[in-house]
């Protein structure tokens, strides 16, 4: 079964400019999880969806914002970029949005803002 | 107080000792714990997942749950130098996806 797969791999913006990522879970898990790592502060929640509704969001401005489709697939977009958005951004899918099941990571994006 | 706490180290075991990991969360209705690898620039890998009381073996790893303590432990026995990594604790809430990582381990086996 393949894993989760992320575009782009890498990502050089610049200040003000938007962004969009793209995750695609594991066939068959509906539930899709985003992630920012930074060495600074780690892994940090984002938002959560299931079903294309947004379940949970993570304590980040609302230049940060998602969407998941009908076939599980979720996007992440960044407005109005800043140099503090530089990170790695992670994807994870699960089977079902319970807390009990695994998450599974993909390759992730970096993103440089300069 | 921070959801989940580990030690940051740098963590540094012989190779074939036994390297021990430590990890306290906040939550007390929390009901799964995992253990994640990371490799410098590679993202996290799941390694270990444990639900109940006790210990939970699984080839050279073991991860330990006490819940009245709150406190979640991994167990690498026969260390080696390819388990140099990063190693990351998570617990979701008792419902919801929103895993609380810990800032992870830092761990380097010596050949």
């Known amino acids: 079964k393949a894993g989760v797969t992320q575009t782009p791999r890498y990502l050089i913006k610049t200040r003000g400019q938007q962004v969009t990522l793209s995750c695609s879970p594991i066939s068959g898990h509906r539930s899709v999880s985003w992630y920012q790592q930074t060495p600074g502060q780690g892994l940090q929640f984002l938002f959560e969806?299931?079903?294309?509704?947004?379940?949970n969001k993570g304590n980040f401005p609302g230049r940060f914002s998602g969407r998941q489709f009908s076939n599980s697939r979720s996007e992440m977009n960044v407005s109005t970029l800043e140099l503090g958005d530089s990170a790695l951004y992670l994807c994870?899918?699960?089977?079902?949005?319970?807390?009990?099941?695994?998450?599974?990571f993909g390759p992730g994006t970096r993103l440089t803002v300069t | 107080q921070k959801e989940v706490e580990q030690n940051s180290g740098p963590l540094s075991v012989p190779e074939g000792a036994i390297a021990s990991l430590n990890c306290t969360y906040s939550?007390?209705?929390?009901?799964?714990f995992f253990w994640y690898r990371q490799y410098s620039g590679k993202s996290p890998e799941l390694i270990m997942s444990i639900y109940s009381n006790g210990d939970k073996e699984d080839g050279r790893f073991t991860a330990q749950l006490n819940k009245a303590s709150q406190y979640v432990s991994l167990l690498i026995r026969d260390s080696q130098p390819s388990d140099s990594a990063t190693y990351l604790c998570?617990?979701?809430?008792?419902?919801?996806?929103?895993?609380?990582f810990g800032t992870g381990t830092s761990l380097t086996v010596i050949p």
């Open positions: 939550d007390r209705v929390s009901q799964s």
């Open positions: 969806y299931f079903s294309e509704t947004q379940r």
């Open positions: 994870a899918s699960s089977f079902d949005p319970s807390g009990t099941t695994k998450q599974y």
């Open positions: 998570a617990v979701p809430p008792n419902t919801g996806n929103q895993f609380y």
